[in-house]
């Protein structure tokens, strides 16, 4: 076990370069941290790395056994979960940060509290990628492309974005043709609550469009809300498929402009790589996994 965790704080040195932010996701201290790295060093007879005062690089022997190091951890916590109990009552505290898209997730999380009645459940819904190592998440349910290579990731779905609007509205105001006749619209659109932006419809030319003049518009944070403003005849809204699908198929609204299509988003789940994954997190992924309908 010492052995692994040497390995373990030489991964996590090899990813930062600094025995400094190791040392603070640890709890040790840095000079702890090059001791471990130190006694790795002589017990395989190579350097790892080269320091100085300024900067600290991998070698190419560095280079060569984090690859395999990697391998090693992760076989090992497989190796862990293998032997866990199926019996084992999922329990204690789980940090999830989730889009904020309400009505998608609530019907699974509901399904997750009732069935885990000894998990303590705290749900963060944001539009912001937060840090799941630095903001203490179990894991992350994230939309659009992953750039950060070090999480691991399953694909849950995809998604596309819709314009719609009720028939009330479109019998009133019209139906656009075009993306340029939205202009002549009242428009139903979504502000990112943590940058203050508009999320920009995928239409051709729609920042010319939003650089001209709206007939009308209504801002909104809340997506659910802009649902309701569009059923309700208030304007035009673009929205994920898998939220109005229920409203189309009730022709409480109408799908417009179809010949755009959007490009499909995907939906993954992330967590932290080389960790051992909790039953309780483990439980949460397979009913997400599960249940999600998109």
């Not at 370069?17 to 190579?46: C, H, M, N, Q, Y």
């Amino acid at each position: 076990m010492d052995s692994i965790y040497g390995i373990s704080l030489f991964v996590k040195a090899a990813e930062t370069l600094s025995f400094i932010d190791v040392a603070r996701t640890t709890g040790l201290s840095a000079s702890a941290v090059g001791k471990s790295i130190a006694r790795l060093e002589r017990s395989i007879g190579v350097t790892l790395f080269r320091r100085t005062t300024r900067s600290m690089t991998l070698t190419s022997e560095g280079e060569i056994f984090l690859q395999h190091c990697r391998n090693i951890l992760e076989e090992f916590h497989i190796a862990k979960q293998k032997l866990d109990h199926i019996s084992e009552e999922p329990s204690g505290p789980l940090r999830i940060t989730l889009p904020l898209v309400g009505p998608l997730f609530n019907p699974i999380l509901k399904e997750f509290i009732s069935t885990n009645p000894n998990v303590q459940l705290d749900v963060h819904f944001s539009d912001h990628f937060v840090d799941l190592v630095e903001g203490g998440f179990d894991a992350a349910v994230r939309i659009g492309d992953i750039d950060d290579s070090r999480l691991v990731r399953r694909h849950l779905g995809s998604f596309r974005m819709q314009v719609v609007a009720s028939a009330k509205y479109l019998q009133a105001r019209g139906t656009p043709r075009t993306p340029q006749d939205l202009s002549n619209h009242s428009c139903l659109l979504y502000k990112y609550p943590s940058s203050g932006k508009f999320e920009e419809w995928p239409l051709p030319d729609w920042r010319k469009i939003t650089a001209g003049t709206f007939s009308h518009y209504t801002v909104c944070n809340a997506i659910e809300s802009l649902l309701f403003f569009a059923e309700s005849g208030c304007g035009i809204a673009c929205l994920p498929d898998f939220l109005v699908k229920r409203s189309i198929a009730a022709k409480k609204l109408v799908a417009v402009l179809e010949d755009y299509e959007s490009p499909a988003r995907d939906l993954n789940i992330l967590w932290p790589p080389g960790q051992y994954m909790t039953t309780k997190l483990r439980r949460f992924i397979d009913i997400l996994t599960e249940t999600l309908i998109m």
